[in-house]
C-alpha cells in the first residue's frame, strides 16, 4: 500500500460523528483540494518514494497524503516547486527565529563561505558563539558542540554517567525521562515519547512503550515517569537515587503541548539532585527560544547540564551540551577516565558566524517582541476556540491546538487528542497559504506580522468553526 493509500484507508475509518467529526467528514475534499493545488510536490513525492523508505529521510515531514516540497524562502514566506507562496508558521521545526534567510544571517555566512566552510582546527568563531550561549545560561561555565540536538542529549547522558560512576563500584547509569517527553534519536530516550493510551500502564509507574523499533531494552539505562508530578517523581527518587545518573527534562513539553511545566515539578527535580548528588540535565533544544536565557531564566532554576540545539546554529545543523564545569571537564584531554566527544563538523564556522549573527538579534527586547505576538496569537486561537472542545496552549513565541477537551496537563491528557482532526485541519490551513505541523503546532519569529497572525486566525476560524 503507498502512503496515500493508506492515510485514505485511515480516513475511511475514521470517526466522522461530534465536533471533530464535521472537519474529518470533509477529508476527502480538503485532501483533493491539497492534491490539486500541489501537483509538483505530487511528482517529487513520487520520486522520493524511489530513493527513500516510504518517501521520507525526515520523519518530522511526514504528512499526508504527501509533504509540500518547498522552492526558496525569505522572511515569513516560503515559495513551494507549483510556485505557492506560505507563510511560515514553523520555520523549520522553531529553529529560524528570524525568518528566512534574514540579511544579518546571510551577510555572515556570505563573509565566511569564501574563507572555507570547515577545517581540521578551530576557530574564532566558535569562541564568540560559546561565549555568547554562556553569558544566557546562569550557572553554565563550559560548552561543546555538537551537530544536532539528538547529539547533544545522546552526549549529555554520557556526560552524566561518567560523572555519577566516578568512585561507586556499582553502576549509577539509569537515566530518568518523563512520559511524553521527546528527547530526538538517541536510543537511550526513545522511550514513551508519545506511546498509545492503551499501552502506557499506571499513572505513577509508566509502562516504558518503546517509540521505535530497534531498541535495545531499559535495564540500567532508563526509567519513564509522569510529567509534572512531583510526589511521584520524589518517590522514586528517594527509592532508587543509587541507581540514577540524571533526571532529564524538558522544560517545555513540545508533545503535551508545548506546555511549561509546574514551577513545582521543576523545584523537585532540583532539589532531588542536589540531594542525591544527581545530574540535572534540562533537555532545551526548543525550549531556549522561549526567553533570553531559556525556560531555566524564565523560570529561575539552573540544571546541571543544558541542551541546545535549533536556534543557536542560525539555519544550520547543531547541537551543544552546557552547563558545570566539573562534569563537562571529564572531556579535558589530561582527564583519566575522560568523557569522548568527536565529530567532523562540531563548532563548524559556518554555523558558528550564522548562530552568532542570530544570536545577536537576539536581545532582550527581540524576544519580548517574540512573546507578545506569540500571546496575541495564543489569544485569538483561544477565542475562536471557546466552547469547542479544543485546549490552545504554549510559551513564548510558541503555539499549539490540542483537539480534546481535556485540560493538559501531562501526556496522558494530550494523548486524548483527536491526531486526525489536528492533522485535517492543520492540511486545510496549508490549503489557504499556512504552513503548521500536521499536529498543529505553531511558532512566529521576527519576521512574523500582526496581519499574518490576523490571516492565520481568520482562516483557524473558517476551518474550526464551519
Ligand atoms: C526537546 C528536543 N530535544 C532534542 C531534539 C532533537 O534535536 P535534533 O532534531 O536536532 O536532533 C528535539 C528536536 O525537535 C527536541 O525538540
Known amino acids: 500500500m503507498n502512503i496515500a493509500v493508506a492515510h485514505e484507508a485511515v480516513a475511511g475509518r475514521a470517526d466522522v460523528t461530534g465536533y471533530f467529526g464535521i472537519l474529518k467528514g470533509r477529508a476527502a475534499d480538503i485532501e483533493a483540494r491539497y492534491r490539486q493545488l500541489t501537483p509538483r510536490s505530487v511528482e517529487h513525492f513520487r520520486r522520493e518514494a524511489n530513493v527513500f523508505p516510504g518517501g521520507y529521510t525526515r520523519d518530522a515531514l511526514i504528512r499526508g497524503p504527501h509533504p509540500t516540497f518547498v522552492e526558496r524562502a525569505s522572511g515569513a514566506?516560503?515559495?513551494?516547486?507549483?510556485?505557492r507562496t506560505l507563510t511560515d508558521f514553523w520555520f523549520n521545526a522553531t529553529s529560524l527565529p528570524l525568518g528566512h534567510a534574514h540579511p544579518a544571517v546571510v551577510a555572515a555566512i556570505q563573509a565566511q563561505a569564501p574563507r572555507g566552510t570547515a577545517y581540521f582546527a578551530p576557530t574564532r568563531h566558535e569562541i564568540a558563539l560559546a561565549e555568547l550561549l554562556l553569558e544566557r545560561l546562569t550557572g553554565a561555565e563550559r560548552i561543546r558542540f555538537a551537530n544536532s540536538g539528538s547529539e547533544a542529549v545522546m552526549m549529555a547522558v554520557r556526560f552524566a554517567r561518567a560523572h555519577r560512576a566516578a568512585g561507586v563500584r556499582h553502576p549509577r547509569s539509569t537515566i530518568v525521562k518523563f512520559e511524553g517527553s521527546y528527547h530526538g534519536s538517541y536510543d537511550d530516550v526513545g522511550w514513551s515519547v508519545s506511546p498509545k493510551l492503551a499501552e502506557v500502564g499506571a499513572h505513577d509507574a509508566p509502562y516504558p512503550v518503546p517509540e521505535t523499533a530497534g531498541l535495545a531494552g531499559t535495564a540500567g539505562r532508563v526509567v519513564v515517569l509522569p510529567f509534572n508530578d512531583p510526589a511521584v517523581l520524589r518517590r522514586h527518587v528517594d527509592a532508587h537515587h543509587d541507581e540514577i545518573a540524571a533526571l532529564l527534562v524538558e522544560p517545555m513539553a513540545n508533545r503535551i503541548g508545548l506546555l511549561l511545566p509546574d514551577p513545582a515539578f521543576l523545584a523537585e527535580a532540583r532539589a532531588l539532585c542536589d540531594r542525591y548528588g544527581i545530574v540535572l540535565i534540562f533537555d532545551e533544544v526548543i525550549a531556549f527560544r522561549v526567553g533570553y536565557g531559556g525556560v531555566q531564566g524564565k523560570m529561575g532554576i539552573a540544571p546541571d547540564l543544558t541542551t541546545l540545539g535549533k536556534i543557536i546554529g542560525g539555519g544550520f545543523a547543531v547541537g551543544a551540551i552546557a552547563g558545570r564545569a566539573d562534569v563537562l571537564d571529564l572531556s579535558t584531554p589530561d582527564h583519566g577516565q575522560r568523557v569522548t566527544h568527536a565529530g567532523t563538523f562540531n563548532g563548524n564556522p559556518m554555523m558558528?558566524?550564522?548562530?552568532?549573527?542570530?544570536?545577536?538579534?537576539?536581545t532582550r527586547e527581540a524576544f519580548g517582541e517574540l512573546a507578545a505576538l506569540g500571546e496575541y496569537t495564543r489569544?485569538?486561537?483561544?477565542?475562536?476556540?471557546?466552547?469547542?472542545?479544543?485546549q490552545v496552549s504554549g510559551a513564548g513565541s510558541l503555539f499549539k491546538v490540542t483537539a480534546t477537551a481535556r485540560p493538559l496537563h501531562d501526556y496522558r491528557d494530550a494523548a486524548t487528542t483527536d491526531k486526525r482532526w489536528e492533522a485535517l485541519c492543520s492540511l486545510a490551513l496549508l490549503n489557504e497559504g499556512f504552513m503548521l505541523t500536521p499536529s498543529m503546532s505553531g511558532c512566529?519569529?521576527?519576521?512574523?506580522?500582526?496581519?499574518?497572525?490576523?490571516?492565520?486566525?481568520?482562516?483557524?476560524?473558517?476551518?474550526?468553526?464551519?
Open 77 to 83: 514566506a516560503m515559495v513551494d516547486v507549483d510556485g
Open 352 to 362: 558558528a558566524v550564522a548562530g552568532r549573527a542570530t544570536m545577536e538579534v537576539l
Open 379 to 390: 489569544q485569538g486561537l483561544a477565542d475562536a476556540a471557546r466552547g469547542l472542545p479544543l
Open 444 to 466: 512566529v519569529s521576527l519576521v512574523t506580522t500582526r496581519d499574518d497572525v490576523d490571516a492565520l486566525l481568520a482562516a483557524f476560524r473558517a476551518v474550526a468553526t464551519a
